[in-house]
Each structure stands twice: as C-alpha cells, then as structure tokens.
C-alpha cells in the first residue's frame, strides 16, 4: 500500500471525512481508487479497502463519503487514518522522477566517497524538495536538486550528491 492521505476527522453530522492529500499535485488524490483506511476507525486492525461514494474540495484538502459510514460519531473513529492505494495504481514515474518512497532508505554519499547517512524522509520546502539525511551523530537537510543531487541509483540503494559533509 502507498500512503496518499491522511483522514483529519469528521466532517458534519452524515458521516463525512476530511481528508488530506500527500500527492502532488493534491488532486491526484481524487483519481487515485480503491481506497485503503489504516487506522481504528470501526475497530478494524491493519489496512481496510472501502468505497468512496463521494469527494469533494474542501479548503487545502478535501471532505468525502465513504460506505458504511454514517454519522459523525462514526467519521470520528476514522480520525488519524492513512489513506493508502494499491502501488499498481500509481503512475510509473518520470525520467529523473522518483517517488519519495522509492527515496527513503538510500545511502547517501559524496562524490569523494564520504558517507553521509540515510534517507530519513523528504520534506518539501516550496521552492524544492529537500532529503532528511541522518548518521549516528547527525541530521542533515540536503536540497534534492541539481547539481547537488548528482546520481540516484536505486538498484545500488545510493544518492551521489555534491555536498560539504561539515556541513
């Protein structure tokens, strides 16, 4: 399952939730079906498929209907899930695109060999992305562009960058 939103609670008396989007642009969102809810909601452990009945912007996100959800007691219980789809849904990426989970975990090093840790996450920063590189002393925020961003080579699990490691 890939993460592609989060339920931020209820919404109403009829059982809506708002929703917010992880995907970029955010309404790819709304494209993106069957929908998978993780979390408690309805006492249920692990990922649940439902049926999105209904979807809808509303402010930066959007407020949608799913079956079996009726009220806001029970939209409630949703509150916090993960929104996941099936990766065969997605997309195949771009030349020189990556998806941020496909980025997550990689070594990252300097062209002079210097190990600069993992990939802890990715932020985006509104001008560019940037990756969250941890060691064992150390967190690092390094701009996910180029030049700085010099190779990603999946298959080796390793991001190349151009970077002072003092830094």
Do not use: Q
């Amino acid at each position: 399952m890939v993460v592609v939103g989060r339920v931020e609670g209820p919404y109403g008396v009829r059982g809506w939730l708002r929703v917010r989007s992880y995907t970029d642009p955010a309404g790819k969102l709304v494209e993106y079906r069957p929908w998978h809810l993780h979390g408690d909601g309805g006492g249920y452990g692990g990922w649940r498929e439902v049926r999105v009945r209904e979807i809808r912007p509303h402010g930066e996100g959007y407020r949608c209907s799913i079956e079996g959800v009726a009220d806001r007691d029970a939209a409630a219980r949703w509150r916090g899930a993960l929104v996941g789809v099936p990766e065969t849904v997605l997309p195949p990426p771009g030349e020189d695109e990556y998806y941020w989970r496909d980025l997550i975990g990689l070594a990252v090093r300097t062209a002079a060999g210097s190990d600069l840790g993992r990939v802890e996450t990715l932020i985006a920063t509104g001008a560019n992305d940037a990756l969250v590189v941890r060691d064992r002393e150390r967190e690092r925020l390094i701009p996910f562009i180029a030049p700085v961003a010099r190779e990603v080579d999946l298959d080796r699990g390793v991001i190349l960058v151009d970077w002072d490691p003092e830094f």
